[in-house]
């Protein structure tokens, strides 16, 4: 039964490794350019490595960036904006104010110069004709520099002067000087009766909607390209230097190249190729993992980890070449080393970068200049996340990034260009947008630990605090076994310091191997008072179960306080399978001739499966044993450590793990030293 299950679990693995491959080609798949590639490389101001270069078909010369930019300034600055007139406000505000004036004029005709006044409504007619504006001529940006515009009424569009608008302002004060002028004597009684305010109103509106549209149709008469290239001219000798001009034409033949699309058959070749160079790249990932991270090929959250995060960087980039707005080196593709690394280790962090960085430098534009800088941008990211312990090693890495981005950019560029000038300095201001994303790695770092059930040096450095409630409950309930778990944690962690490993997670791991003694703390010699020692009623089978129950409660008790599986390991492993000696013995003494069943003695395990976890088991040991030794000298101390590690050996304990001979000599003299300090040993003075 147990070979069936084995076997069933091995085939849901080889199908789940088959999925996530399936399944990351063909994400990638969907991001990658359809069209043939072109199929030489070359770089402004190198030369051109292939061979002598001839046209094979006909095709037209892009202009630059500078010369498209410099033609639409050009049609930009002689554009007249457009401002559409409202007749309906002037009908309406006209009406008005005609009515009202006829009322006064009737009530006040037999002193008032009628025929003058009854002029003001064709006055106020006019001024709306012309036009009203809501806000002063000069507060408009859309004006700026420009001496006419367009008026656009109905259907009908009239080029009028900018100087013969009105503001409500300079419409008002249109009004109001003719009324004084016409008015005379009885120029303040009218304004008395009649607010001019309420017959003002703007009546001519910047459409932005319209401006836009007709932009838009201006630019898009401007062509792309400045003369031709016919087929079979030659376009560049192997070995001449790609300057700017011959750069322009190879640029403009690889566009050209890249757009033409053949027959059925060459379209499926096309397709062929983009599965087989996809499906290499992933291949190597695989084959990466499999012979040198073999612990991260067989676990399943871990592959998938790290084949979404290849996946997402290449659909982030895929997206940034589609979208105008965006540019292709604001995607922070630093954060995926910077995650791995966290995560993992840096081998794989730069493996992963490579893979992924070759796979977008595919469809990057400038894919020699855009590898180059994702690369070491990407080994300086893993260099300076060494270690991830503040917020302000973040800072530091992003730091960094930004720097090696700008000076490797700009190195490449002075070889192009050969002047400062011509450099494209706003690529900085997008380094700067992609270091700044470095940021969101910090976050990112909590969700996928939620979602992925990983554990962080952060997360270890938060569940070591000694006020965490389960090492409070721990301090409370089994003072003793909490103090042994300290000295055991610090002992553990200066080992691995010097053999290498993960100190936080070994710290973390010591701190909470013996949390499982809480439910029956009394029973432990560390937290016993002198003299009383429950086991003395208990028979030597019970005892021993207790004891080795310690392991799964421990367990239970670390799922319910939500420790993470890797702190859970250190407590099912810290005993691996070896036996409670001193009850096992004790019972074949008091019980001779009796067949005793060893496995009722026997931890459950599993045996320790890394270095940090073999370090706890044998520094737990050691340091348990050291309280028990009457004679605390350097060489009471140096016998039993030699003793206790060799009879893990004979054991089988430590099989699993990795440890070394040599680093086991380092760890041999570290605890002694260790030990030595703590129960300060001191040479004997003569008397």
Do not use: C
Request: overall charge neutral; hydrophobic content about 45%.
């Amino acid at each position: 039964m147990k070979k069936l299950l084995t076997q069933l679990n091995h085939s849901y693995h080889l199908f789940y490794l088959a999925m996530v491959f399936i399944a990351g080609i063909g994400l990638i798949f969907l991001v990658f350019p359809g069209e043939s590639r072109f199929k030489y490389e070359f770089q402004k101001g190198s030369p051109w490595q292939h061979e002598t270069l001839i046209a094979p078909f006909n095709f037209a010369i892009l202009k630059t960036e500078a010369e498209v930019k410099f033609e639409n300034d050009s049609i930009l600055k002689t554009y007249i904006p457009y401002f559409i007139l409202d007749s309906l406000v002037e009908n309406t505000k006209v009406k008005e104010f005609e009515s009202v004036l006829t009322k006064w004029i009737e009530t006040n005709s037999s002193n008032k110069p009628v025929e003058n006044i009854q002029q003001l409504p064709g006055i106020l007619q006019g001024i709306y004709k012309a036009g009203i504006v809501s806000q002063a001529i000069n507060s408009y940006e859309e004006l700026q520099g420009k001496a006419e515009v367009m008026r656009v009424r109905g259907n009908k569009a009239v080029k009028i002067a900018v100087n013969s608008i009105y503001s409500i302002k300079s419409a008002y004060q249109e009004l109001n000087d003719t009324i004084r002028k016409i008015s005379g004597s009885h120029y303040a009684e009218i304004i008395q009766k009649i607010n001019l305010s309420d017959y003002i109103a703007d009546n001519l509106y910047y459409d932005a909607k319209l401006n836009q549209q007709e932009k838009k149709q201006l630019l898009g008469k401007l062509s792309a390209t400045k003369g031709m290239i016919q087929a079979g001219e030659r376009i560049i000798f192997q070995g001449d230097l790609v300057g700017s001009e011959k750069y322009l034409i190879l640029e403009s033949l690889k566009q050209a190249y890249e757009s033409k699309r053949g027959g059925n058959m060459e379209y499926f070749l096309v397709i062929a190729g983009r599965l087989v160079i996809i499906s290499s790249f992933i291949v190597l990932m695989f084959l990466y993992l499999l012979f040198y991270r073999r612990e991260l090929f067989n676990h399943r959250r871990k592959l998938a980890f790290i084949v979404m995060m290849i996946v997402l960087m290449v659909f982030m980039a895929g997206f940034a070449t589609k979208v105008k707005l965006l540019n292709i080196y604001m995607v922070p593709m630093a954060i995926l080393p910077i995650l791995v690394r966290i995560f993992f280790d840096s081998r794989t962090a730069i493996f992963s970068l490579m893979v992924t960085t070759l796979l977008i430098g595919y469809f990057a534009p400038n894919s020699y200049e855009y590898i180059i800088l994702q690369m070491i941008a990407g080994i300086m990211a893993v260099f300076t996340m060494n270690k991830l312990h503040k917020r302000s090693h973040l800072v530091i890495s992003a730091f960094a990034i930004f720097i090696s981005y700008s000076v490797i950019y700009i190195a490449m560029a002075l070889v192009q260009e050969g002047s400062l000038e011509t450099i494209n300095w706003k690529t900085i201001e997008w380094f700067g947008i992609s270091s700044f994303f470095i940021f969101m790695a910090y976050p990112l770092i909590d969700i996928f630990e939620r979602i992925f059930g990983f554990v962080s040096d952060v997360t270890l450095i938060e569940l070591s605090n000694t006020n965490q409630p389960l090492l409070r409950k721990l301090a409370e309930e089994a003072p003793g076994t909490f103090q042994h778990s300290l000295q055991v944690a610090n002992m553990a962690e200066a080992v691995i310091h010097r053999i290498g490993g993960n100190p936080f997670l070994v710290y973390a791991g010591a701190l909470y191997h013996d949390i499982g003694k809480i439910n029956k703390s009394e029973y432990f010699i560390e937290n016993q008072a002198v003299g009383m020692n429950p086991h003395d009623s208990l028979d030597y089978l019970k005892s021993a179960e207790i004891i080795i129950d310690h392991v799964t409660n421990g367990v239970e008790l670390a799922r319910k306080y939500k420790l993470p599986e890797v702190l859970i390991s250190f407590i099912t492993t810290h005993h691996g399978t070896s036996q409670s000696n001193y009850f096992y013995k004790k019972y074949q003494i008091e019980n001779p001739g009796v067949e005793v069943d060893p496995t009722r003695f026997s931890y459950p395990g599993p045996l320790p499966h890394n270095k940090e976890m073999a370090v706890l088991m044998l520094t737990d040991g050691i340091e348990a044993t050291a309280h028990s030794l009457k004679d605390k000298s350097a060489n009471t101390f140096s016998e039993m450590i030699e003793y206790l590690v060799e009879q893990k050996i004979r054991s089988n304990q430590l099989i699993d793990a990795d440890l070394t001979l040599h680093e086991i000599t380092i760890l041999k003299s570290i605890l002694l030293e260790k030990l030595v300090s703590i129960y300060h040993v001191r040479i004997e003075y003569p008397k």
